[in-house]
């Protein structure tokens, strides 16, 4: 198919309806309400299901239901809606049952403003809800890749009968690019074996997240961690840019390592050798490929919009091998490739030892800035 320039945020609703999404529940709220307003436009068309639901705690709620008969289906929010939401992901985490959220990350805390961010990362990559689970966290960094990962959550979400999040800051969501769309899917008329469909003529089948005995949910919990193990095994995500030789090495995901290439590029022009890696998988994290890294980079700068979310995972990931330096713009405001490359040159020219807290320095650079 040729392609077509597409704003991100119709780009992912079509994505998911050529995905074969039957049923699409949610409420507006910027920088994502053109997901929903497309959906509103698309559903009925193709005759699915679309309700604006009251609120994003009663969508969610909506989606749980309709996810038990074993359908395709999704809602979408941002940030604040997305905090609304996490007492029915849980419930949809302990029942075992495939849904796909997109979350289109705006600023905050609080209310915050409509401005691109990253500032839920702790929120959707560390689980969000009450309870032992962990869902699947897709990142794009561009129209083209939000499409491919829309289309890919569905096939993860009902491979391992979980949560998968698209999470798109809002950068990616308002953007336009030129992107191809793929082919329509057919929607799927059988059900799953677990699916509650009725019990005319069979055993009837129930699903709960329920487990009053204490042995009960522990069987439960550890039926989902050994999922999520294969998840780990199985499902990181990852691209990798000029590492062969990089002595530095940007760690940054979405719109903030979409950024950073720009910045490698220029400093690789300067004759400074970095490179990038940048995660699209956030759960589960390239935790092996960055300690690989670590064995032969000598330094690692974390570029966020936040104020060092991911950061945490990366030094972990790292062990203490190597100096991590931080670099972040939270609260809906988007860092310039030059803002990158400063920081690249004053790596590359005042090493640092591993010591130190890479906030702490990122801090004091900030205040020295703002005097």
């Excluded at 910027?30 to 436009?41: A, D, N």
């Excluded at 959707?124 to 689970?133: K, T």
């Excluded at 022009?269 to 890696?277: D, F, N, P, R, S």
């Excluded at 064995?295 to 690692?300: D, E, P």
């Amino acid at each position: 198919m040729a392609r077509e320039l597409l704003e991100g945020n119709l780009a992912m609703a079509e994505a998911a309806v050529r995905a074969g999404v039957e049923a699409y529940f949610g409420y507006p709220i910027t920088p994502q309400t053109e997901v929903l307003e497309w959906m509103s436009k698309r559903m009925p068309e193709l005759g699915r299901t679309f309700l604006q639901a009251e609120s994003e705690v009663a969508a969610v709620n909506m989606v749980y239901g309709a996810a038990c008969t074993g359908a395709r289906v999704m809602s979408s929010s941002s940030s604040p809606g997305v905090s609304l939401m996490m007492e029915g992901l849980s419930y949809i985490a302990g029942t075992e049952i495939p849904a796909v959220l997109i979350d289109v990350v705006r600023g905050g805390p609080g209310l915050g403003n409509i401005a691109p961010s990253q500032g839920d990362y702790n929120q959707i990559v560390h689980g969000g809800g009450h309870g032992d689970y962990h869902p699947i966290v897709l990142a794009p960094a561009s129209v083209q890749e939000a499409i491919d990962l829309v289309a890919l959550s569905f096939d993860l979400a009902e491979k391992y009968r979980c949560i998968t999040i698209v999470m798109a800051d809002g950068s990616i969501g308002q953007m336009m690019e030129p992107a191809e769309l793929p082919e329509m899917r057919p929607v799927r008329k059988e059900r799953a074996e677990w699916a509650v469909t009725g019990a005319v003529g069979r055993e009837p089948r129930i699903l709960s997240s329920i487990y009053i005995n204490p042995d009960d949910e522990e069987v439960a919990n550890h039926r989902l961690l050994d999922r999520w193990y294969q998840i780990l095994e199985n499902e990181v995500r990852y691209k990798e840019y000029y590492l062969d030789d990089a002595e530095i090495v940007i760690v940054g995901f979405g719109t903030a390592g979409r950024i950073s290439l720009s910045a490698v590029r220029a400093a690789r022009a300067e004759g400074i050798k970095v490179g990038l890696l940048r995660p699209i998988s956030l759960s589960p994290f390239p935790f092996q490929p960055i300690e690989e890294i670590a064995t032969r980079a000598q330094s690692v700068l974390v570029v966020e919009m936040n104020t060092g979310q991911m950061l945490d995972d990366v030094r972990l990931a790292v062990k203490g091998r190597i100096p991590i330096e931080f670099y972040g713009r939270p609260g809906g405001t988007v860092p310039f490739p030059d803002e990158i490359l400063n920081e690249i040159r004053r790596m590359a020219h005042e090493p640092l030892s591993a010591e130190g807290d890479a906030r702490l320095r990122w801090r004091q650079r900030v205040k020295k800035s703002q005097k």
